[in-house]
């Protein structure tokens, strides 16, 4: 894993597991993000291809539906709290 780019990265919690594959790797993560009070758990995977020590392709993949709905719910409560001005 590259940790100069961890080093550049923005401090947050999560988890992480890595498997090896025959040309790179498999990131298995969970991220906690905080939302107003609440904490929303994402967890995905990324599929690493490395060439000559280098990653040459990288895709990311995760269950997006919790992120949606903090997203709807944010845009309901900026309404709401709108209309009530």
Do not use: K, Y
């Amino acid at each position: 894993m590259n940790t100069l780019a961890l080093a550049r990265a923005p401090a947050r919690e999560g988890r992480l597991r890595l498997e090896l594959i025959s040309d790179g790797f498999v990131n298995h993560w969970q991220a906690f993000v905080p939302i107003a009070r609440a904490q929303l758990v994402l967890s995905g995977v990324c599929l690493a291809e490395l060439r000559e020590g280098l990653i040459a392709r990288n895709q990311v993949f995760f269950h997006r539906s919790p992120l949606l709905d903090a997203i709807r719910a944010g845009v309901r409560n900026e309404r709401a709290a709108a209309s009530s001005r």
